[in-house]
């Protein structure tokens, strides 16, 4: 099985860029569909997809953060970057990694991060 560590979140200001990194245990080379979720502190609704990138190289973003986050992916490295730039207060919340694939080396995959909090506060 594969675990997912996401790293790189804390405070920044109104404006500001933040690179998140999320690190699988794991070859990530065979799982189709790597992702950046969100869910504000508090807010028990569903995780919110901000950006997925799909093994073939494709990435679909949120219309809230086209333009201003880039996704990425490095499957020799087991690794996937969320960059964001020109942050908002209402981009505050906790993201998550996450590995969905039916195929892959490790069977079928939904696979989650703990989750790293990412505040945008003046």
């Known amino acids: 099985q594969v675990q997912l560590a996401e790293s790189g979140g804390g405070p920044v200001a109104p404006g500001g860029s933040l690179r998140l990194s999320c690190v699988a245990t794991?070859?990530?080379?065979?799982?189709?569909?790597m992702a950046w979720y969100r869910q504000p502190p508090g807010n028990r609704r569903d995780r919110e997809l901000v950006?997925?990138?799909?093994?073939?190289?494709?990435?679909r973003y949120a219309d809230s953060v086209q333009g201003r986050f880039t996704a990425s992916r490095d499957n020799a490295k087991n690794t996937m970057w969320l960059e964001m730039n020109n942050l908002k207060p209402e981009d505050t919340a906790v993201y998550y990694c996450?590995?969905?694939?039916?195929?892959?080396?490790?069977?079928?995959?939904?696979?989650w991060g703990q989750g790293t909090l990412v505040t945008v506060s003046s």
């Open positions: 950006a997925e990138v799909i093994n073939h190289g494709s990435v």
């Open positions: 794991a070859s990530i080379s065979s799982i189709y569909s």
């Open positions: 996450n590995a969905d694939s039916t195929y892959s080396d490790f069977g079928p995959l939904d696979v």
